[in-house]
C-alpha cells in the first residue's frame, strides 16, 4: 500500500505561482511513476504531469511551458512547481502513484488551486 499527503494549495491571483507537494510512504519501493492530476467542477480528471522513477516526465499540454514536475527521493517527495496560473488552471489537485508490478494507481486527498483575482 502507498500513502499519498498533498499540500501547498490554495488562492493565487492570475500571473502567480504555487509550489504543490506529494510526500508518499508506505511501500514507496514499488512505485514506478508518480504525478499529479486535476478535475475542475464538471469536467473529468485530467493528467497535468507525471514523473517516472528514472525521472523522465511528461506533460499536458496545458502546463507545457508553465509547470515543473520534480522528485527528491530523500524525501519521497514530488513537486510540482506552477507559474503563470490562469483563471484555467482552478481545480482540485490530486496527486497519484503507480505500483510498477500491478499498475494500481494510489491517489492522495486532493487540494484546491484556486486561480482568481
Known amino acids: 500500500q502507498v500513502q499519498l499527503v498533498e499540500s501547498g494549495g490554495g488562492l493565487v491571483q492570475p500571473g502567480g505561482s504555487l509550489r504543490l507537494s506529494c510526500a508518499a510512504s508506505?511501500?514507496?519501493?514499488?512505485?514506478?511513476?508518480m504525478g499529479w492530476y486535476r478535475q475542475a467542477p464538471g469536467k473529468q480528471r485530467e493528467l497535468v504531469a507525471v514523473?517516472?522513477?528514472?525521472?523522465?516526465?511528461n506533460y499536458a499540454d496545458s502546463g507545457k511551458g508553465r509547470f515543473t514536475i520534480s522528485r527528491d527521493n530523500a524525501k519521497n517527495t514530488v513537486y510540482l512547481q506552477m507559474n503563470s496560473l490562469k483563471s484555467e488552471d482552478t481545480a482540485v489537485y490530486y496527486c497519484?502513484?503507480?505500483?510498477?508490478?500491478?499498475?494500481?494507481?494510489?491517489w492522495g486527498q486532493g487540494t484546491q488551486v484556486t486561480v482568481s483575482s
Open positions: 497519484n502513484a503507480v505500483e510498477v508490478l500491478t499498475l494500481k494507481h494510489y
Open positions: 508506505g511501500s514507496i519501493f514499488s512505485i514506478y511513476a
Open positions: 514523473i517516472t522513477s528514472g525521472g523522465n516526465t
